[in-house]
């Protein structure tokens, strides 16, 4: 762990080519990095920038994924291996973006952080464990992200609020930085509203998996992130 610019932890883990980072407030975004073969707990410097995209490579759409309810199932709280289920054709879809050269980041909220459920290296073992099981069918993460803060949180040191819990835009913004993203001509896939307000914050298109009807322009619902690749491949590809 290291401190940012502001004082706000930036934290760096990676495990077979995977770079997760609890990107918080206060923090660069320059100073976030994408999939590498960087060696274990690497330090993060101002020069990490230049390993994030091609310098010469124009802004690309993206595919921001929230985690629990659209990759795996919502099973409240999930802060251990043992309770992540993938949801049937999650791997597949992430698969068909990887294969298609579209970049995909997961931006999750994890206020089990601040209420003291799990702690960040929970977090990081899970997103490890997902990305294992994600090699398994051919797909791959670029970047997980995550925001560990909550108002209501009884962990001091995460409970306030953050520019970087969704649907405020700290985490797309990051993405954007690391993976050289057009965000308004990027996708967020979630099951909350505060997904739906996350796209509208950055003016990126959204597909809502979400039992509730959401019935307004802009908004697609599906049943699942499988049922709705084809679609998101479609309008990227148009």
Not at 145 to 151: A, G, M, R, S, V
Request: charged share 20%; net charge negative; glycine share 10%.
């Amino acid at each position: 762990m290291q401190a940012g610019p502001s004082g706000g932890p930036i934290l760096r883990h990676e495990k077979a080519g995977v770079v997760d980072l609890g990107y918080v407030e206060g923090s660069d975004p320059s100073r976030v990095a994408r999939r590498s073969e960087a060696s274990l707990s690497t330090p993060l410097s101002t020069q990490d920038a230049s390993m994030l995209h091609e310098e010469s490579s124009s802004p690309q759409p993206g595919i921001l994924l929230d985690r629990d309810g659209t990759i795996i199932v919502d099973h409240g709280y999930v802060g251990s291996v043992d309770r992540v289920e993938f949801i049937e054709g999650s791997p597949e879809a992430i698969a068909r973006f990887n294969r298609a050269n579209i970049p995909v980041a997961v931006v999750t909220n994890q206020a089990g952080v601040a209420r003291g459920l799990y702690r960040i290296d929970d977090v990081i073992r899970v997103h490890e464990h997902i990305a294992e099981r994600l090699a398994q069918h051919g797909a791959h993460i670029d970047l997980f992200l995550f925001c560990p803060y909550h108002p209501a949180g009884v962990v001091g040191a995460f409970a306030r609020t953050s520019e970087d819990r969704k649907p405020r835009p700290g985490m797309a913004k990051a993405a954007e930085t690391a993976l050289n993203l057009d965000l308004t001509a990027s996708w967020v896939v979630g099951d909350r509203p505060e997904d739906i307000g996350l796209a509208e914050a950055i003016g990126a298109s959204v597909v809502y998996l979400g039992t509730d009807a959401h019935e307004r322009p802009g908004v697609w619902p599906f049943p699942t992130l499988g049922a709705a690749a084809p679609f998101i491949l479609e309008r990227i590809a148009a």
